[in-house]
């Protein structure tokens, strides 16, 4: 392959080397992280959506307080007043609707989700079914997600039953707001919002929320959240959460989540969907510990898939390490991506201890295959010591 496809290969394939059966529970654990009183996910909008909430002129009946009267829902419609000024807060109190079109205004950023935060507080106690309907009733995108998102986190905090009951009716149209519900939830009475969870009728919307409770629940008291997972009956919903349980449990404490994956998760897909997020956490904490386990496990599948990982995380800590462990790849072609992604890495950071370590490895390299790549590779980095490689080999074939 040539320089440039080289290169565009190995950094195209090094994300799902790392991600492999494990974006679902990564994508939901940033949902939760973001949702607490940050930008949400702009997962709505993406191809595959439902259709667009309901529209102002028709509210939700299930709603209880305020006139269900959703004011314009567009920034083009809001006053010229400066959000978080005295005046701007004067407006949450007489038109919370305009002040909320005024945030439409503003750039994505945390002071955004702040004063989302602050309108939504006032205008949950006030007329929660208003402030409901103006949410749903935004276009798809980021700031209906941020503002599904601090609808709940208020309503949560106010009434958890109620913004359950809305999250429910509405499905996905709601947005982000099942995680800026649950992550308050998880905290408050997890085991009330476990209950809730079990009664959702649509089963994906179960699904999701049973995942997104668990990592919720599982980043303050992973244990208790373990002892609610052992309780559900459904199959798919046990292992959804079973993943998020295990990420973020590894946030706090990846020993102990890799020896509950291990007695806890036995299909095969979800077990290593659920070890990768735990190998990335222990590798970075404790890379002694994380390469015994490593060696210890008796999926040889499950190893195959940890040892890259591993070996990639190793690169800042002890890149010579990784390359050693990533050589211990048995699958010729993950082997070889495995070493280029580390050498690559490498190279960025400090590139003379890579070209002496290659000169003193010349024959642990000498794979066809892999020198050719490492070649493309040094092509773009250093085209000089990569002239000089292609000595080194020559000199060396002639001596043998």
Do not use: C
Request: net charge negative; charged share 25%; glycine share 6%.
């Amino acid at each position: 392959m040539s320089g440039v496809d080289g290169q565009a290969t190995s950094k195209a394939t090094r994300l799902p080397l790392i991600a492999t059966g494990g974006l679902v529970a990564i994508v939901l654990a940033t949902l939760l992280v973001e949702a607490l009183r940050r930008p949400g996910s702009s997962e709505s909008g993406s191809a595959g959506d439902p259709p667009l909430a309901p529209s102002a002129e028709a509210p939700n009946p299930h709603l209880t307080g305020g006139t269900h009267s959703a004011a314009p829902a567009h920034p083009e419609a809001a006053p010229t007043i400066e959000p978080g000024s005295a005046e701007w807060r004067e407006l949450i109190q007489s038109d919370p609707a305009s002040a909320g079109s005024a945030l439409g205004q503003m750039d994505s950023s945390g002071a955004r989700v702040e004063l989302l935060s602050e309108l939504m507080d006032h205008w949950i106690k006030a007329a929660p079914g208003d402030a409901a309907n103006w949410t749903l009733a935004l276009p798809r995108g980021d700031f209906r997600d941020d503002a599904s998102s601090q609808l709940t986190l208020s309503w949560a905090a106010l009434d958890p039953g109620a913004a359950a009951r809305w999250v429910a009716e509405n499905g996905r149209s709601a947005g982000a707001a099942l995680g800026g519900l649950l992550s308050k939830w998880a905290r408050s009475d997890p085991e009330a919002a476990a209950e809730w969870t079990a009664e959702i009728p649509d089963p994906s919307l179960s699904r999701e929320a049973a995942a997104t409770l668990a990592y919720a629940w599982g980043s303050s008291d992973p244990r208790a959240a373990a002892r609610w997972l052992a309780s559900v009956d459904d199959p798919g919903k046990r292992a959804a959460a079973s993943k998020t349980l295990v990420q973020a449990w590894s946030e706090r404490d990846p020993a102990a989540a890799a020896a509950w994956l291990a007695a806890n998760i036995d299909d095969p897909a979800d077990r290593t969907a659920a070890a990768l997020p735990v190998m990335l956490a222990w590798s970075e904490r404790d890379p002694l510990a994380a390469s015994k386990w490593i060696a210890s496990l008796p999926d040889p599948d499950l190893r195959q898939q940890a040892t890259p990982i591993f070996a990639e995380a190793l690169v800042a800590e002890s890149p010579e390490d990784a390359v050693l462990w990533a050589r211990s790849i048995e699958e010729p072609s993950q082997r070889r991506e495995s070493i280029l992604n580390i050498y690559e890495d490498w190279l960025d950071n400090d590139p003379p201890s890579v070209l002496a370590h290659l000169r003193s490895n010349l024959d642990a390299n000498a794979e066809p295959e892999l020198r050719e790549d490492l070649y493309d590779l040094l092509y773009e980095h250093d085209p000089t010591f990569r002239d000089e490689l292609l000595d080194l080999y020559e000199r060396r074939a002639t001596e043998q």
